[in-house]
């Protein structure tokens, strides 16, 4: 979750840096990449600092994310059972880990 809010972050950064202009839009309501760099450093100290005004919103927010996380550890689970029982291996030679042997050729014959 929070490598997509990155990701946002930084992907709406770059389209703030390109030199694009769209048909119709007014010139002095353009952003100036400099000032959207502080505004957004002014948005994450803001954020930063909730804990300290309301940490009630913290706490929910710390249980939502582990039990979001056990969630998606225990839905992953099932999915690797449901694919294992699908595409996995019935034939214990082919399992990785073991190797189907065969007697060695000594070269002796019993006469």
């Given at each position: 979750?929070?490598?997509?809010?990155k990701t946002a972050f930084w992907f709406s950064l770059v389209l703030l840096l390109l030199p694009i202009s769209p048909e119709g839009t007014d010139p002095e309501a353009t952003v100036d990449p400099l000032e959207a760099v502080f505004a957004a450093r002014a948005a994450i100290s803001d954020v930063s600092?909730?804990?300290d005004r309301q940490p009630d919103v913290c706490e929910?927010?710390?249980?939502?994310?582990?039990?979001i996380g056990v969630r998606a550890r225990e839905s992953a689970r099932i999915a690797?059972?449901?694919l294992d029982d699908q595409f996995g291996q019935?034939?214990?030679?082919?399992?990785?880990?073991?190797?189907?042997?065969?007697?060695?050729?000594?070269?002796?014959t019993a006469d």
């Open positions: 979750m929070g490598f997509l809010i600092s909730m804990c929910t927010g710390r249980a939502a994310v582990q039990t690797y059972e449901l019935s034939d214990p030679a082919l399992t990785t880990g073991t190797v189907a042997t065969e007697p060695a050729d000594t070269g002796a």
